[in-house]
């Protein structure tokens, strides 16, 4: 036996999230990374029951009640993300706001099939709006909620990933975890720099086989990326994606994808929706009032345009590079 022999990195991948997520960890030997492991996917499932947004489980039930006006107790990891939720709700003027539920619904995006392709009677988008939901009607008390409005409906589609791979960092550093990779559908986050090797990502680019650029994730940061190219449906040549514009309640429209890097996940990811539905006029106000500082948007007609920040770590892989905003 090789006593000084690196351990080598090992991988377990979960189905969570309507996506697969991959853990990998370095630098530890076989039993304490299975253990931590265990402890991930355990949790991981959990979250996926508590927080699925059409299957039944703590977060539908929730919702029934909303519905009818009543208060709800739910389980304080629920209670704890709704908070979050509400705070990032505001810093984003609501442009990610997980109270439009109703809306994503209401567009065919609650299955786990893909969407039948009808839009919605213009009379159904108008009840929608009119209805006005938003995190803000939501009163959290400890692990009581209670809505003052019924149109409310929950669904954390647009951070429950970014927050779960927060957890999941949190139950890994339990388990004497420092270094790990997790990937789960447009979104990755580290802990640790893979001793020295720091995990390069690529950022996809939308209209071709290929990446526009990769990042070297520093500890502890995640990059997430939301787009129209996930899931859609495409009706007279106008493509209508998943990431619903609460002022309008119908799909966001000129934006093709937005990537975030933050030093958290479930920021990185209600940020890269919020400014998606921003679009392209508004984004760095809305980034700035995030928090969010390095930032890559892809638009409908090709341009790409990236922060400073997202500049400066942004590796060119094969060509093609964003111009500087
Ligand atoms: P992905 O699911 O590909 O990671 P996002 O992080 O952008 O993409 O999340 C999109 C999901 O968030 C939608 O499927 C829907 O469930 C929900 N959603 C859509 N629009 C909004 C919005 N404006 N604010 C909050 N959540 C939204
Ligand atoms: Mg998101
Ligand atoms: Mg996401």
Not at 56 to 64: D, K, M, Q, R, V
Not at 75 to 101: H, I, M, T, Y
């Amino acid at each position: 036996r090789v006593l000084n022999a690196p351990a080598p990195d090992i991988r377990e991948t979960f189905y969570v999230f309507g996506t697969l997520l991959e853990v990998e960890t370095h630098g530890v030997a076989e039993p304490q990374a299975r253990q931590a492991m265990a402890r991930v996917g355990a949790h991981l499932r959990q979250m996926h029951r508590d927080w699925h947004a059409w299957n039944p489980g703590e977060l539908e039930s929730l919702n029934a009640a909303i519905a009818v006006g009543q208060s709800f107790e739910v389980d304080p990891g629920l209670a704890k993300l709704l908070q979050q939720g509400r705070e990032l709700a505001c810093r984003s003027n609501g442009l990610f706001d997980p109270a439009v539920g109703g809306m994503v619904e209401a567009w065919g995006f609650h299955a786990d099939t893909p969407p039948t392709g009808d839009p919605p009677a213009d009379a159904v988008v108008a009840t929608l709006l009119a209805g006005h939901p938003k995190m803000t009607d939501l009163t959290i008390r400890g692990t009581t909620v209670r809505s003052s409005n019924p149109a409310v409906q929950l669904d954390l589609g647009a951070y429950a990933k970014g927050a779960a791979l927060d957890l999941a960092e949190e139950d890994l550093s339990a388990e004497g975890i420092t270094d790990a990779v997790l990937n789960a559908g447009g979104g990755v986050q580290v802990l640790g720099d893979h001793g020295s090797r720091p995990w390069r990502v690529a950022i996809r680019d939308p209209f071709e086989w290929g990446v526009v650029g990769a990042v070297s994730l520093r500890p502890g940061e995640a990059l997430h990326t939301s787009g129209n190219y996930e899931r859609y449906f495409d009706k007279g040549g106008i493509r209508f994606s998943h990431i619903i514009d609460p002022r309008t309640a119908r799909p966001m429209q000129g934006v093709v994808s937005v990537s975030v890097l933050s030093n958290n996940g479930a920021l990185s990811d209600a940020a890269a929706t919020a400014l998606c539905v921003a679009g392209e006029k508004d984004w760095p106000r809305i980034a700035a009032q995030m928090g969010v500082s390095a930032v890559l948007m892809i638009a409908d007609d090709g341009s790409m345009v990236a922060t400073p920040e997202m500049m400066a770590r942004l590796e060119a892989v094969e060509g093609g590079f964003p111009a500087p905003i």
